[in-house]
């Protein structure tokens, strides 16, 4: 029993991840062009006609760009909450009745041969939610634009086999940004906003004393991080704690701009 998991792409420009097992094969987001979206599952071998359905974390246009044409033409089922969909259907535009499902947040639901449990975030949507997804014994998750590592969401990822965890911007990249309002800094920095790589960090630690031992690093922003700062910044702070990476924990990088690695889990 394979579990496939691929993070496509994930920053601020735009999010979707691939998840496959046995029969049933999802994506979570589609916060790019249909097109783009398309190209990056042929890169990993997958038509985007064998999916079993797209869901919707919220409704920010980084996470539902190209969520109603990919929809439309490949005939592709959506899922999201009441609060959900009523923030992003001007964004998606007409959708077909048989392809609506709606769902409540913190109440697990089936698709195929997984069992999905969408828990709710912290960030400035509607009614924001992660997504943690079981196959067999395993399971996948992603927790991305949140403004804090809330109880709630720890207690959703304990023990994931694998993940997606924000580790959106450095606080004094951002404080020191010329371009942004100190009104959006304050936005990004709230409790509504986004996990800074130090509190993704934190949260590793935290998430390594239930059994996680392997995280993504995901949804970093373009302006007020690079890669190499997350990373560095978020191994530091395990380091701290006595972790060893890649014997502890193992810690991976998804993109922004280009897919990322192919995760297998037996």
């Known amino acids: 029993m394979r579990f496939t998991f691929c993070p496509l792409f994930s920053g601020s420009s735009g999010n ?10 999802i994506l979570i987001d589609a916060g790019l062009s249909g097109r783009t979206v398309t190209e990056a599952l042929a890169s990993i071998g997958v038509l985007p006609e064998t999916l079993d359905g797209i869901l919707v974390t919220h409704e920010h246009s980084d996470h539902v760009k190209g969520v109603g044409i990919l929809s439309r033409k490949y005939h592709l089922p959506i899922y999201a909450n009441a609060c959900t969909w009523a923030g992003m259907e001007r964004q998606i535009g007409a959708v077909a009745p048989n392809l609506r499902r709606e769902f409540e947040s913190n109440e697990s639901f089936f698709i195929g041969d997984f069992s999905i449990y969408p828990f709710s975030i912290p960030h400035d ?4 939610v992660g997504y943690r997804v079981y196959y067999g014994a395993h399971s996948v998750a992603t927790a991305t634009d949140m403004g804090y590592y809330s109880h709630k969401v720890h207690d959703a990822l304990s023990g994931v086999d694998l993940l997606v965890l924000e580790s959106n911007h450095d606080i004094d990249m951002l ?3 010329e371009h942004y ?3 959006l800094k304050n936005r990004i920095l709230g409790r509504s906003g986004h996990l800074c790589n130090e509190a993704c960090g934190e949260a590793l630690w935290q998430l390594y004393q239930t059994g996680v031992r392997h995280a993504v690093l995901g ?10 700062l997350a990373l560095r910044t978020v191994c530091e ?17 998804a993109w922004r701009d280009h897919v990322g690695s192919v995760y297998e889990i037996d």
């Not at 979707?16 to 094969?25: K, P």
């Not at 949507?125 to 924001?128: E, L, V």
Request: hydrophobic share 30%; aromatic share 2%.
């Open 175 to 177: 404080r020191h940004n």
């Open 181 to 183: 309002s100190q009104t």
């Open 125 to 128: 949507a509607a009614d924001p």
């Open 237 to 253: 702070s395990l380091q701290a704690h006595g972790l060893e990476i890649g014997k502890d924990i193992r810690v991976d990088m």
């Open 219 to 228: 949804h970093l922003s373009h302006e007020n991080n690079t890669p190499e």
């Open 16 to 25: 979707a991840l691939f998840i496959g097992g046995g029969d049933t094969r």
